[in-house]
C-alpha cells in the first residue's frame, strides 16, 4: 500500500518570507492599503519592500467554528500557491479577508472569484 504524503508536494510549498507574519504588516495593509469585494472574501493590498508578494489570510468566528476557518485558509493558500497570477504580481501585500458567506461556498466558487480579485491587482487599477 502506498504510503500518502502528507501537505504539498516538494516545490509546491509557501516559503515563509512568501507569507505576512507580523501584525503591523497586517495593519497596514488594513488602514493603507486598497480593497477589493467579492462575495466570499475581501482583499486588501498595500505595496511593499520585500521585492515580491506576500500573503496573509484572515478570517473572524462569524465565519464559522475553527474547523471551518482552517479550511477555507488552507482553500487559499492552495489557490494562491497554484495561480498563474502569482508570478505576474507587483510586490505588495495581500491580506485575504474571508466573508461568512465563503463557509457554504464550494472549492471551485471561491478559487475563481480569489482568481478574479489577484487578476483585478496585476492589473493594477484594482477596477
Known amino acids: 500500500m502506498a504510503e500518502r504524503q502528507a501537505g504539498p508536494a516538494p516545490g509546491e510549498r ?3 518570507e512568501h507569507t505576512l507574519r507580523r501584525s503591523a504588516d497586517y495593519l497596514r ?3 493603507r492599503g486598497r480593497r477589493l469585494r467579492g462575495s466570499f472574501a475581501r482583499l486588501h493590498y498595500a505595496p511593499n519592500e ?3 508578494p506576500r500573503l496573509g489570510i484572515t478570517a473572524s468566528r462569524k465565519v464559522g467554528k475553527a474547523v471551518v476557518r482552517n479550511r477555507l485558509k488552507r482553500r487559499v493558500r492552495n489557490v494562491y500557491r497554484r495561480s498563474p497570477l502569482r508570478a505576474e504580481l507587483p510586490a505588495v501585500d495581500l491580506v485575504v479577508h474571508l466573508e461568512p458567506a465563503a463557509a457554504g461556498a464550494g472549492f ?3 478559487a475563481a472569484e480569489l482568481e478574479h480579485l ?3 491587482v496585476v492589473r493594477g487599477s484594482g477596477r
Open 50 to 52: 520585500e521585492g515580491g
Open 29 to 31: 495593509c488594513y488602514r
Open 118 to 120: 489577484l487578476s483585478r
Open 14 to 16: 509557501l516559503p515563509r
Open 108 to 110: 471551485g466558487p471561491l
